[in-house]
């Protein structure tokens, strides 16, 4: 005989259910990666960026946050398996990799899954919204050591809260030498702050290059040369079509540091013996 469904049951089953549910984040989307959770004696928030040899990193202050811009920003793409995302950064254009030991980004990335927080330290207002990241079941992102690595999921450094942002920047540094190098990977407005110059290499002769102006909007993976006074210049992440693209592929960028094979034939700019040029 069938028996009689209640009111209790449709909510049991609801409440079921909602435990299955997996929404993943929107790859349309922007996010960062903020880490809450209560510690012996204090609670402590840390976010996580990209640092210069493409590993995790995490800072815990506002203004390192904000100092870090775009290196801070994520995306989210669906994986090859059902219900995992792929980490992208935004400023390296690289993928997250395995999480195991050093957590690293490169060209290709793992299936990520993305679980809900077991963890008694995370902040109570938090705890609906903590999620941790694992691609074995037992471990995942852990801001606590530096550079970021795998540690066991009960750690409260485990777990985050993502949180969505539409607008993000890059600040470039000029020295005393007046000159620097650029390349994003995002499209951003190039500054008009007075004195501040960004070039294209338009053609290479007899040993020169000739340089052509540049103004508007900096299109992603697009390499300039900025001529500027000692400061801090800041390139904000626009959905606007690019106006500057590459004249020619002379001037090629990378989006972390890269080794240069020292016979090889390749010019960076350098403040050497005859001053501010490309130097072998």
């Given at each position: 005989?069938l028996?009689?469904?209640?009111?209790?049951d449709?909510?049991a089953?609801?409440t079921a259910?909602?435990?299955l549910?997996?929404?993943?984040?929107?790859p349309a989307?922007?996010?960062?990666?903020d880490c809450?959770?209560?510690?012996?004696?204090e609670?402590?928030?840390?976010?996580?960026?990209?640092?210069?040899?493409n590993q995790?990193?995490?800072?815990?202050?506002?203004?390192?946050?904000?100092?870090?811009?775009?290196?801070?920003?994520?995306?989210?793409?669906?994986?090859?398996?059902?219900?995992t995302?792929?980490?992208?950064?935004?400023?390296?254009?690289?993928?997250?990799g395995?999480i195991?030991?050093?957590?690293?980004?490169?060209?290709?990335g793992a299936?990520?899954?993305i679980?809900?927080s077991?963890s008694?330290?995370?902040?109570?207002?938090?705890?609906?919204?903590?999620?941790?990241?694992?691609t074995?079941g037992?471990?995942?992102i852990?801001?606590?050591?530096a550079?970021v690595?795998?540690?066991?999921?009960?750690a409260?450094?485990?777990h985050?809260?993502?949180?969505?942002?539409?607008?993000?920047?890059?600040t470039l540094?000029?020295?005393?030498a007046?000159?620097?190098?650029?390349?994003?990977g995002?499209?951003a407005?190039i500054?008009?702050?007075?004195?501040?110059?960004?070039?294209?290499?338009?053609?290479?002769?007899?040993?020169?290059?000739?340089?052509?102006e540049?103004?508007?909007?900096?299109g992603?993976?697009?390499?300039?040369?900025?001529n500027?006074?000692?400061?801090?210049y800041?390139?904000?992440?626009?959905?606007?079509?690019?106006?500057v693209?590459?004249?020619?592929?002379?001037?090629?960028?990378?989006?972390?540091d890269?080794?240069?094979?020292?016979?090889?034939?390749a010019?960076?700019?350098?403040?050497?013996?005859?001053?501010?040029?490309?130097?072998?």
């Amino acid at each position: 005989a069938l028996e009689t469904v209640t009111a209790d049951d449709v909510a049991a089953l609801q409440t079921a259910l909602e435990g299955l549910r997996v929404v993943l984040p929107d790859p349309a989307k922007f996010y960062y990666f903020d880490c809450t959770y209560k510690a012996a004696t204090e609670e402590i928030s840390r976010k996580l960026h990209i640092n210069n040899n493409n590993q995790l990193n995490w800072v815990a202050t506002q203004a390192a946050f904000d100092a870090a811009g775009s290196r801070a920003i994520f995306q989210f793409e669906a994986g090859e398996a059902p219900n995992t995302v792929k980490i992208k950064s935004v400023h390296t254009q690289s993928y997250m990799g395995a999480i195991s030991g050093e957590i690293t980004f490169g060209e290709t990335g793992a299936d990520i899954t993305i679980a809900r927080s077991n963890s008694n330290e995370v902040a109570d207002d938090l705890k609906p919204y903590a999620v941790m990241f694992t691609t074995d079941g037992t471990t995942g992102i852990h801001a606590n050591a530096a550079p970021v690595i795998a540690w066991t999921n009960g750690a409260g450094s485990n777990h985050y809260v993502l949180r969505e942002v539409t607008d993000f920047k890059h600040t470039l540094k000029v020295t005393e030498a007046g000159w620097a190098t650029l390349v994003l990977g995002f499209n951003a407005t190039i500054p008009t702050t007075e004195g501040f110059k960004a070039y294209t290499i338009e053609s290479v002769k007899d040993g020169y290059v000739s340089l052509a102006e540049a103004t508007g909007v900096l299109g992603a993976n697009t390499p300039i040369i900025v001529n500027a006074p000692k400061g801090s210049y800041q390139f904000a992440y626009t959905t606007a079509a690019a106006t500057v693209e590459p004249a020619t592929d002379v001037l090629k960028g990378t989006l972390y540091d890269s080794n240069i094979a020292p016979e090889g034939t390749a010019y960076v700019l350098a403040n050497g013996g005859n001053g501010v040029g490309l130097y072998r």
